[in-house]
């Protein structure tokens, strides 16, 4: 579902000569303009891009209200786990960390706690944002989201799956994706069998047609009993 990088409006008060990148877009150190970078965003991605770059460059990371507690786990551990630890290595080398992103102007950004910060390199952390745009169905969304209970529309045969919060925290992640597969493969399963019976019921049935002879000449039928 996540289909858009999302650029939040505080980046727009940023002069034209100061490189803004999103983290989609991101590939290497190399690929960004040498000097200190601010990213913004302490999730997986903004955490593994700092820890790229602060070998060679300062870097400072702008963290949200919240950081996000992803339910994935990896050897054992919660996501949160591993992205607490790899925060703390970060911090021995050297990057510092920073409150939520408040305001942009030219290139000072200006952060919650009313310290600022030159910057001529910004990295968008800020995840993503879905575009149903391309779906045309009616009903099937409504103000830019998509309208199911869980994974199923009202139009036959069509469902989602992967949403963000489809139905748990971990609907969109591949360590719990399952459950709302298997979900929907039952009903899936159900509707089809519901079709078939239907289809059964209302199938027009075949006008009766005596059988016939070699000769073409159709037998007599006996009826037994009294009228």
Same mark, same amino acid.
């Given at each position: 579902?996540?289909?858009? &990088?999302?650029?939040?409006?505080? #980046?727009?008060?940023?002069?034209?000569s100061?490189?803004?990148?999103?983290? @989609?877009?991101?590939?290497? &150190?190399?690929?960004?303009?040498?000097? &200190?970078?601010?990213v913004?965003? @302490?999730?997986?991605? #903004?955490?593994?891009?700092?820890?790229?770059?602060? +070998?060679?460059?300062?870097?400072?990371?702008?963290?949200?209200?919240?950081?996000?507690?992803?339910?994935?786990?990896?050897? #054992?551990? %919660?996501?949160?786990?591993?992205?607490?630890?790899?925060?703390?290595?970060?911090?021995?080398?050297?990057?510092?960390?920073?409150?939520?992103?408040?305001?942009?102007?030219?290139?000072?950004?200006?952060?919650?706690?009313?310290?600022?910060?030159?910057?001529?390199?910004?990295v968008?952390?800020t995840?993503?944002?879905?575009?149903? %745009?391309?779906?045309?169905?009616?009903?099937?969304? +409504?103000?830019?989201r998509?309208?199911?209970?869980?994974?199923?529309?009202?139009?036959?045969?069509?469902?989602?799956?992967?949403?963000?919060?489809q139905?748990?925290?971990?609907?969109?992640?591949?360590?719990?994706? @399952?459950?709302?597969?298997?979900?929907?493969?039952?009903?899936?399963?159900?509707q089809?069998?519901?079709?078939?019976?239907?289809?059964?019921?209302?199938?027009?049935?075949? &006008?009766?047609?005596?059988?016939?002879?070699?000769?073409?000449?159709?037998?007599?039928?006996?009826?037994? #009993?009294?009228?």
């Amino acid at each position: 579902p996540f289909q858009s &990088p999302f650029t939040p409006e505080t #980046g727009h008060g940023f002069d034209g000569s100061v490189t803004q990148i999103h983290s @989609a877009d991101y590939r290497n &150190p190399q690929s960004l303009p040498p000097g &200190p970078v601010l990213v913004v965003g @302490a999730g997986n991605s #903004g955490l593994q891009i700092a820890h790229e770059l602060v +070998a060679t460059r300062q870097v400072d990371v702008s963290v949200g209200e919240k950081v996000p507690m992803l339910p994935q786990r990896l050897l #054992g551990r %919660s996501l949160f786990w591993w992205l607490t630890r790899l925060g703390r290595r970060l911090k021995r080398a050297g990057v510092r960390f920073r409150p939520r992103l408040v305001n942009a102007q030219g290139h000072t950004a200006r952060f919650a706690d009313d310290t600022s910060l030159e910057v001529p390199v910004v990295v968008w952390a800020t995840g993503y944002r879905s575009d149903y %745009s391309w779906i045309s169905i009616p009903g099937v969304t +409504a103000n830019g989201r998509a309208v199911h209970r869980r994974g199923v529309t009202d139009v036959p045969g069509l469902y989602f799956l992967g949403l963000s919060w489809q139905y748990t925290r971990g609907s969109a992640l591949l360590g719990f994706v @399952a459950d709302d597969a298997a979900y929907l493969a039952e009903r899936i399963a159900a509707q089809a069998q519901s079709t078939r019976q239907t289809q059964v019921e209302t199938a027009p049935q075949a &006008p009766f047609a005596p059988a016939r002879d070699d000769l073409g000449v159709a037998p007599y039928v006996v009826r037994t #009993g009294v009228n």
